[in-house]
C-alpha cells in the first residue's frame, strides 16, 4: 500500500512520473502535465569535467552578490534620498496640519490652567527679572546695560537653541502613536516640533520687548538684520528633528547625551556674561558652533551688526548641518516605524 503522506508518489505506470501523480493532503491522483522531448544525456566523466565550471560561475556569483555592483549601490543611495526629499516635500504641504499638532502641543500642555500659554511669559519674566538683580550685582555691570542683554540672550538660548535641540531628540518617539496609527509623512513631526517652539518663542519675546521698552533701548533698524537669522534658524530647528529625531530612534541614550551637552555650551557661550569680558582671549569663541547662530540673531537686536565672518561659520555651520540630517533621514527613514 503506497504512503500517502508524500507528494509526487506515483499513480501508475513503472517510471513514476508518466502521467499522473498523488496529492499529499486527499492521497487523490491529479492530473501531470507530460514532459517530453529530447533531452541531453551526460556521462559521469563529462558532469565532473563541467562541476568546476558550475561551481565557479557560482562562486563569481555569490561574491558579485556580496561585493554588490557599485551603480546599483549609487542608485540605491540617490532613491534613498529622493523618497527623503519626497517626504519632507509632502510634509510641507502638510503645513496646516502641523500648525494644529504643533497649537494642540500648547494647549494640552496647560490643559486646565485659567492662564494658559501666558505661564510662559510670566515664568520667564520672573526667572530674567531674578537673574538680571544677582548678575549685575557680581559681575559689577549696570542694571540698565545688562538687563536687555540677558532677556534676549535667555530667549533666544532657551528657547531658539536649547530647547528646539532637545525637543528634536524626541520628535519621533514623543510621536510614535501618531506614527504608527496613521500613514504620514515623517517630516510632519518635525515641522509640528517647529510649529510648537514657534509659538512658545512667539510668548517668550514679549519679555524682552518690554524690557527695551522700560529703559528706553530701542535696537533701531539694524534690528530688522535678525530676520535672516531667525529664518537660518527655523532651517536648522528642522534639520536638527530629522538628524536628531532619527539617531534618537536608534539609540536611546542620545537624548541625555545632548542634554549634556547643551548645559555644557550654556556657560561657555555668552549668554549670561559677554564676549567683551573675554577682551583679546575670546578668539576661541568662533570654534563654539553655539555662538555665530548665536550672534546672527541677538547682535541685530542689541544694536549692533554681525561680523562677516560670524555669518561665513554661522551658514557653514548650517549647511554642514543639513547635508548631515539629509543623510541620516535618507537611511534612516525605512527602518524609524520599527524603531521607535
Not at 496646516?96 to 510670566?122: E, H, M, N
Request: proline share 6%; charged share 15%.
Amino acid at each position: 500500500m503506497a504512503d500517502r503522506s508524500f507528494t509526487g508518489v506515483a499513480a501508475d505506470g513503472p517510471d513514476g512520473l508518466r502521467d499522473r501523480t498523488m496529492t499529499a493532503s486527499t492521497g487523490l491522483p491529479s492530473a501531470v502535465t507530460p514532459i517530453t522531448g529530447d533531452f541531453p544525456t551526460l556521462s559521469v566523466q563529462e558532469s565532473m569535467e563541467r562541476a568546476p565550471s558550475l561551481q565557479s560561475g557560482a562562486t563569481a556569483d555569490m561574491d558579485a552578490d556580496e561585493q554588490g555592483d557599485p551603480d546599483n549601490e549609487q542608485d540605491g543611495r540617490r532613491s534613498r534620498v529622493m523618497l527623503a526629499l519626497m517626504d519632507i516635500g509632502e510634509g510641507l504641504r502638510l503645513w496646516r496640519l502641523a500648525v494644529s499638532l504643533g497649537w494642540l502641543d500648547i494647549k494640552l500642555q496647560f490643559r486646565g490652567s485659567r492662564v494658559g500659554p501666558l505661564w510662559l511669559t510670566l515664568g520667564t519674566a520672573v526667572m530674567i527679572g531674578s537673574m538680571g538683580g544677582i548678575y549685575s550685582h557680581l559681575f559689577h555691570i549696570v542694571l540698565k546695560d545688562y538687563l536687555p542683554y540677558l532677556a534676549i540672550s535667555m530667549i533666544l538660548w532657551q528657547i531658539g537653541i536649547a530647547g528646539v535641540t532637545q525637543d528634536a531628540c524626541s520628535c519621533f518617539i514623543s510621536a510614535a502613536s501618531s506614527i504608527r496609527a496613521t500613514r504620514l509623512p515623517f517630516s510632519l513631526q518635525a515641522f509640528r516640533v517647529l510649529v510648537r517652539n514657534g509659538v512658545m518663542f512667539g510668548y517668550n519675546i514679549v519679555v524682552p520687548i518690554g524690557v527695551y521698552l522700560i529703559f528706553g533701548l530701542l535696537p533701531g533698524p539694524v534690528a530688522l538684520f535678525a530676520l535672516p537669522g531667525l529664518f537660518i534658524w527655523a532651517l536648522n530647528a528642522f534639520a536638527f528633528c530629522l538628524l536628531l529625531g532619527s539617531v534618537a530612534a536608534r539609540y536611546r541614550d542620545i537624548p541625555p547625551i545632548v542634554a549634556s551637552i547643551v548645559q555644557v555650551a550654556f556657560y561657555v557661550t555668552p549668554i549670561i556674561w559677554s564676549a567683551r569680558q573675554l577682551g583679546a582671549k575670546g578668539w576661541w569663541l568662533i570654534f563654539n558652533p553655539f555662538y555665530p547662530l548665536l550672534e546672527i540673531v541677538r547682535q541685530p537686536l542689541t544694536g549692533e551688526m554681525p561680523t562677516l565672518s560670524v555669518w561665513a561659520v554661522a551658514i557653514g555651520l548650517s549647511v554642514l548641518l543639513w547635508l548631515s540630517s539629509l543623510f541620516v533621514f535618507s537611511r534612516s527613514r525605512a527602518q524609524l516605524a520599527f524603531w521607535i
